[in-house]
């Protein structure tokens, strides 16, 4: 997309009153945010003038409009990881705004806000936005501060260096201009060509702990989530999808389903049957009065008991080797003893609290979706593929999320698309409504696995051999992005072993994997792989501490030599929960360590067992993600991945029984209950290393880190997920 100053003005209606600022930063490092795209024609130059090259795409905006306010607009999308706020924080440092006066809104889908380093898209996942975006948002504050001076100083016919910006105003000696006075003035101007970063020592808000600036849209609930998209002629619709995976449409009888007051059509799907209502009750009883009909899986479908046997025959084989050091089985043979542990961890749900949904109004050769979506790129495309027009006649309002966990970011566009092809058939508007039982039932899930990991050790209780089978499900496979298998190793499921700081010491190693192919429809979780490598991993290193007769957290740390940020982690986090010291009668503590998404995690669990169950109490975590833009966020991302984690641990599991899922709600998958929250201390590890993600990190080690504490005060070895105490 080119875009001119001129033309740019001329489509941004009120924001042309004041400084709107694009930047644009190689596409190597470039993730992208701004305002909507304009689609008014170029100002053509006057005759016999030589027309001025195109610049090049901006990919993100800054607005400062006539009344002060700030507005950054981000190409990322806010579902509770507090980028909302984090982001804005970034521009404003470089700015020196009065933080009062800053607002944030979504951007809208275009091909100028691709990310870079997930595949060209816009997209929010992988904890990459805020490390991602970081020294960009610096840039762009910096640069329409430097505008700023520069419109001040022509004005006063001073200096620039005279001038000062701070607190959203430019001052020299007594004179003083406010941002918005001068935003009109400083829109005239070129933007500089490069510009001086403020050293950490100069920042006033980087680092600090700041309230978030969506709190008071979503306490007082201003804020426009997509279930709350409404808009005259507004249909509901939902969607009889198959009952088993692997199952085929064959017949419906509607006659009944249009006989519900309310309803007032049925359409076919690619995937099913949709009911048409004017509200959601309508459309749900007509589709409960569906009289339809399927054809059965092939093979009686997939049973996820038979499903896990079949695993655990596959581990003990040769997999697609994912790496490989010296000769493993001539270590292994080798070896004064050998420790054989096999690992498992089922299918599981994301169960966003808000189930997803999606709005569509297709109007002539235009379509219009309100979602809350993580790609809105695929989503893009697949909207206009369904209806045939031009990716660019497809609008994309992002609307906040009510939780995604990667849930929303479909590469298949599942629900995004579905909603398009019932808007389509329906022929109105129409929002299209999964229940959580539609998607705890037909979702997509994190894929269940098995490790076999066979270890050889010296007379010091050292791994000096390691040989990992994994077997699952890959999820890249079924993706636009499975060019990203490469030897059939999807590098997602395998993440954090053979790179594991636990091995690098260890002369002979091998990491091989199986995929099998299945009905089941899966998709990333969040930490995604790391999920059940940190547990199998962390596992098997505290088995092999407690083999050896030595203190776990000592004989990590002589694994770990040579690795100061994982040590320093792992130091911090054992003395701050008390390692080593007299604890509470029946209770005990676990510890685990991993790195994902360039971010070291420590935890700590302190447990005991009541009534035949794990009881959480404590959680003692010390995160290394280098440098922290906004501590408040962190540390509630990290009692939030805790919280996830230890869901899935305590509870979490999708079974099947011929193809069909046995869970419904939340009632039979259970999820963290309030009573079961564990108090959380969070401490932030000072580190020069490169910024890492937030989001997800914290969710791996928990598991891990319970299991090893019940190991220690029952001495049982939990090897399968969710946790099930003899």
Request: glycine share 8%; net charge positive; charged share 20%.
């Amino acid at each position: 997309m080119t875009v001119s100053r001129r033309s740019f003005l001329a489509g941004s209606g009120a924001a042309a009153a004041g400084l709107v600022l694009s930047f644009y930063i190689a596409p190597r490092n470039a993730i992208s945010a701004a305002t909507k795209p304009v689609e008014k024609p170029q100002v053509k130059p006057p005759a016999g003038a030589q027309p001025a090259p195109p610049p090049p795409p901006p990919n993100a905006f800054l607005r400062i409009a006539p009344d002060d306010t700030v507005t950054v607009v981000l190409a990322h999308s806010e579902m509770g990881q507090g980028i909302w706020t984090g982001l804005a924080m970034v521009i404003a440092e470089e700015l020196s705004c009065d933080w009062s006066k800053v607002k944030t809104e979504h951007a809208p889908a275009a091909s100028v806000y691709g990310h870079p380093a997930r595949f060209g898209m816009q997209m929010t996942g992988g904890s990459s936005t805020t490390r991602t975006e970081f020294d960009r948002y610096r840039t762009v504050g910096a640069m329409a501060r430097d505008m700023l001076l520069r419109a001040a100083a022509e004005k006063w016919k001073v200096p620039p260096a005279s001038c000062t910006a701070k607190d959203g105003a430019v001052t020299s000696g007594k004179k003083r201009l406010t941002y918005g006075q001068l935003a009109t003035a400083a829109m005239a101007l070129p933007p500089p060509e490069k510009v001086t970063l403020k050293a950490p020592a100069e920042w006033t808000l980087i680092g600090k702990p700041m309230k978030r600036l969506d709190t008071p849209e979503k306490i007082t609930g201003r804020a426009k989530f997509g279930m709350d998209v409404q808009m005259p002629g507004l249909m509901t619709a939902l969607v009889l999808r198959p009952p088993a995976f692997g199952a085929t449409f064959a017949s419906v009888d509607d006659s009944a389903a249009l006989k519900v007051p309310g309803v007032t059509k049925v359409v076919r799907t690619s995937r099913g049957v949709a009911v048409v209502g004017a509200h959601f009750w309508a459309a749900k009883l007509g589709r409960d009065a569906l009289n339809a009909t399927w054809n059965a899986p092939p093979g009686g479908g997939v049973d996820t008991r038979a499903q896990l046997a079949d695993f655990r025959a596959k581990a003990k084989t040769n997999g697609a080797v994912a790496g490989e050091v010296g000769d493993v089985d001539a270590a292994l043979g080798a070896s004064k003893t050998r420790l054989v542990a096999e690992y498992d961890v089922p299918y599981l749900a994301h169960a966003p609290m808000e189930p997803l949904n999606c709005t569509v109004r297709i109007d002539g050769d235009r379509c219009e979706i309100w979602t809350g979506t993580q790609m809105q790129t695929v989503d893009q495309a697949a909207a206009a593929k369904i209806l045939g027009i031009p990716t660019a006649n497809v609008t994309i309002n992002t609307m906040f999320l009510g939780g995604g966990f990667g849930r929303r970011a479909s590469p298949n566009s599942d629900y995004v698309g579905e909603a398009v092809e019932v808007a389509k058939a329906a022929g109105v508007p129409v929002k299209v409504v999964w229940t959580r039982e539609d998607d705890v039932r037909g979702g997509q899930y994190r894929p269940a696995y098995v490790h076999r990991v066979e270890v050889g050790v010296n007379g010091e209780g050292a791994p000096v051999a390691w040989k990992h089978v994994v077997v699952g499900q890959s999820i890249m496979a079924t993706t636009p992005f499975a060019s990203r298998i490469k030897n059939g190793i999807d590098p997602s499921s395998v993440e954090g072993l053979f790179e594991s700081p636990y091995l690098e010491s260890v002369p002979a190693r091998r990491v091989m994997l199986h995929s099998p192919e299945s009905a089941v429809t899966v998709l990333w979780w969040r930490s995604v792989g790391n999920t059940h490598t940190a547990f199998a991993m962390e596992s098997m290193i505290d088995e092999l501490a407690h083999t050896a007769k030595q203190d776990p957290l000592a004989y990590r740390l002589r694994l770990l030599q040579g690795k100061p940020r994982f040590v320093a982690a792992l130091t911090l986090a054992a003395e701050k929960a008390g390692w080593g010291k007299p604890i509470a009668e029946g209770h005990a503590l676990g510890l685990a360590v991993h790195e994902s998404f360039g971010t070291i995690v420590a935890e700590v669990a302190d447990v005991s067992v009541e009534r035949g169950k794990p009881r959480v109490h404590k959680v003692t975590c010390v995160v290394d993600c280098g440098t922290v833009v906004n501590p408040l966020a962190v540390e509630a991302q990290v009692q939030g991945s805790i919280a996830y984690g230890l869901s899935a641990a305590l509870h979490g599991a999708i079974t099947l029984t011929g193809g069909k899922v046995d869970q419904s709600n939340f009632h039979d998958y259970r999820v963290l209950r309030m009573n079961e929250m564990p108090r959380v201390d969070v401490f932030l590890q000072k580190s020069d290393a490169k910024m890492g993600g937030i989001g997800e990190p914290a969710t791996a080690p928990i598991a891990p880190a319970v299991a090893n504490a019940l190991f220690s005060l029952t001495k049982q070895r939990l090897r399968s997920l969710p946790f099930q105490l003899a």
